[in-house]
């Protein structure tokens, strides 16, 4: 299994561009979830999902929008990049017990 | 406002040493509080402590949740320097349709030989 996989690793956006943060699990797991960490700040969910078809807003969801087709795929959609989304975005998969999280994506806007 | 505090904010021991690391929450619809482990890169999960599983143990790291006092302690006995990164905790809450995951900013743990 490859786990929860992110791309891509790293990526430099000029303000006001858009661009979508792929994530990729091949665990089945049905939660899957979306955090950014600021240095020092721990981390912030943005978006979650409880299944295909299923997402709902976490605690910093402004200026991001995600979908969940399938089971397997969770992108993160950035509308408008501003500098305050730069940040190392982690995204997770779990099955409600403890969560798995992908190498990250590390995005400067500027 | 879901809270979660976390001390100290680093830590610097010797190889050998046992460390406690503290969390304390704030949250409605209390469901669970989970320790992480960071290195380099991603978190990896350690523990999940539940109002029915309230002390867990691996290996050298045990952690004990205390719903009355609302805090949680990370336990590490005979460190390594393996045991270097930084320990985060997160509380999950949920409630009318909700749900909030609301992490520390974790403690820095530097174990030197």
């Known amino acids: 299994n490859a786990g929860v996989t992110q791309t891509p690793k790293f990526r430099i956006l000029k303000i006001g561009q858009s661009m979508t943060l792929q994530c990729t699990q091949d665990m089945n797991h049905n939660y899957m979830y979306w955090y950014r960490q600021d240095p020092g700040m721990g981390l912030k969910l943005i978006y979650y999902s409880v299944g295909a078809g299923i997402t709902d807003k976490g605690e910093v969801p402004n200026g991001y929008n995600v979908s969940r087709s399938t089971t397997e795929d969770f992108p993160l959609r950035l509308e408008l990049a501003a500098p305050s989304q730069t940040s190392v975005y982690f995204c997770a998969s779990g099955t409600g017990i403890g969560q798995y999280f992908g190498p990250g994506t590390r995005l400067t806007v500027t | 406002e879901d809270k979660v505090v976390q001390s100290p904010l680093s830590l610097v021991v010797h190889e050998g040493d046992t460390v406690t690391l503290n969390c304390s929450y704030e949250?409605?619809?209390?469901?669970?509080l989970l320790w992480y482990k960071q290195e380099k890169k991603a978190p990896t999960f350690l523990f999940m402590l539940t109002s029915s599983g309230i002390e867990k143990k691996s290996g050298r790291l045990s952690s004990i949740l205390d719903k009355k006092e609302l805090s949680s302690i990370l336990n590490i006995t005979a460190t390594q320097t393996g045991d270097s990164a930084i320990y985060l905790c997160a509380v999950e809450s949920t409630g009318a349709g909700s749900y909030q995951l609301t992490f520390g900013k974790g403690t820095k743990l530097s174990v030197i030989p």
């Open positions: 949250v409605t619809n209390f469901r669970s």
